[in-house]
Every structure is written in C-alpha cells, then in structure tokens.
DNA sequence: AATGAAAATGAAAATCAATATCATTTTACC
DNA sequence: GGTAAAATGATATTGATTTTCATTTTCATT
C-alpha cells in the first residue's frame, strides 16, 4: 500500500522533532500525493484522496499540504490567476516553469546560467539573495500548430 | 488639477474606440494614481482616492485599475502572500523586481542578458514567448546592516 | 436646455481559495 | 482501559476581488 520511499521517513522525523502524532489520513494523503502527477492543485488532491479516504475533509488536505511543505516535501506553485499547485519537491533538483497561456502546460526548465545571472543581479543591488521565482509564458509547440484560440487542457 | 500629461490622452482614446463614456471619478482616480508613488494596492488607492472622492466605492477603483490596465497605463504586480500592487507601466520599460523579504522594499532591476536568456530558453522549448515574471527575493543592504535573527553577513 | 439610452457609480451581496473554529475521534503513552 | 494531546471533518470565517442592481452621470440628439 505505503511507497516504502524515504519521503515517508522525512515526514515521520519532522513530526517526531515537533511531538506531532502520525496519522493514517495524512499519510494516505501523502502517499496519493506521493503517486499522483505534479503540480496538483489542492481540490484535485482533494479529489483523488477521497477515493481511498471517502470521509476526508478539504481543512485536512490543506494541513497536510502544508505540513509536506513545511517538511520539504513540496512546494507550492502560485501561477497567475489560479489556484495554487503543489510539486513535489524532496529529491528534485529546482527548476523554473515555462508556461503555455493557450493550454496551460506546465514545462519544467533549468538553465545554471539563467541561474547565475539572477544571484548576480541581486548581488550587484546588495542584496543577500535567498530565492527566486521564474515563470516563462508563451504559447507551447502544439498550440502553435493548432493556432486557433483557446484549447482545453 | 489634472497633470494635462498624455497618460490622459491614452486613457481617452481607448474609451472613445470602444465607445464608452468619460467620468470624473475615474480621470479623477487616474489622477491619483499617477500622483502616487508606484506599486500601490488597490486598497491603498482607495484610500488616497477617498481624500478627494470621499464617496467613491471600492468597486469604482477595481473596476478602474482594469481599465487602466487594460490600456497599458498600469501593471498589477502579484508578489507572493501579499495583494496585488499596480505599477505605472506607460513610458516605463519593462523590469523585473527585487524583493527584500524583511522589510519588503521593491527595486526595480533590469538586465538585458537576463531578458535574452529566458527568450531564449523558452524558444529552446518550443514556445514562442510572451512575457515573463521574474522576482529575486533576498535581504536588503539596509536589513543586512540591521542584521535580524539569521543574518550571516 | 430637455430628453433618453447607454455607461458609470456605490452599496451590498456573492465568489473563491484558503484558514480558523469547535465538537468529536485518533493517537501515543501510562 | 484511561488519559491528554493531536488530528479530523463539518462548518463558519476571512480577505481580496467581482458581481449585482438600483441610482446617477454622461453625451448625443432634439
Ligand atoms: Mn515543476
Ligand atoms: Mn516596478
Ligand atoms: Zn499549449
Ligand atoms: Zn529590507
């Protein structure tokens, strides 16, 4: 049932270092979350987790959405005008998001120079850089080809 | 009373080809707008506004903001966790923002390799580019002085 | 100036994602 | 099993923004 990974035991030691309990719920949640494609929103997690959870309840997926953010095992994607997605985030390198404003694809991309630059701007104003937030919109390959306005996800 | 400047003129012309009517209390908003320092939320140019429109209504000044937005005087500018601001965007060139997550200061920032780059990782992928949203988050030189809690030089 | 249709306005209600409250159920520990 | 703290689910609340709707303004036409 359970993915035997490692996320599991980074969230077991994050509740035991703040003498929270473990629960069956939240760690169904995760495991959904764990299995499901990315950037989910927290309704479409939601959703899914009620198919083995029937009774669960949207107040405790946003708890522990917030909590695998707070442990590092996700983080949350604020695009323009919708509802915040969740990524997973433990073991994944960071990257930036390309975005198509036709379909809403979602591409993931690095550049290390992009990369540098940015801690260089930041730098040269004085500031300690901490993070960024990068999100590249266009219109993705295929809608180009389709060309007509909008397309459905 | 009015700043006879062209801003006026933009936002004229735009209501005349879509054939909607003039008022005082949006000129009068707009006035305000453009008065104002930059990257005031709607809330706060409600509040500026009311000064010299004390009946005006929040829906007026949203229902403005679109407007001037629509007719690239202004900018909404989304940080995280925060209300939207709105920036002048008429004769303004593009930027990006540096933003200290201590105190919260705004600098403007701009670097043309950094632009090429991102065109050019998005057109890596395939998608024909549109825009993007950059912001650095990091300490300011002054909060770096100030040396909160977790400040490692 | 007076008229009238369309546009703009302000007050209030609605929306919508996200959060808080609170009574009930689980969990961890004795 | 008994207990206290934590977690849960239903529900209410929040806060920014949008919508609704009755009233007021604008503006082209008399
Ligand atoms: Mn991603
Ligand atoms: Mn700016
Ligand atoms: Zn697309
Ligand atoms: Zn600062």
Known sequence: MKTGNTE??????????????????REEILDVFLRAERH?????????ARRRLPSVGYATVYRSLKIFCDCGLCRPIKLENEPVRYEHLYRHDHHDHLVCTRCGRLVEVFDPTLEQ???????????????????LYGICPECRKKGGPDDRN
Request: charged residues 35%; hydrophobic residues 35%; aromatic residues 6%.
């Open 8 to 25: 599991t035991e980074v969230l077991q030691k994050f509740l035991a270092d703040r003498r929270l309990n473990r629960s069956r719920v």
């Open 40 to 48: 989910l929103t927290a309704d479409q997690l939601y959703q899914l």
């Open 117 to 135: 630059l940015q801690e260089k701007l930041g730098r040269k104003h004085g500031f300690q850089m901490e993070r960024h937030r990068l999100e």
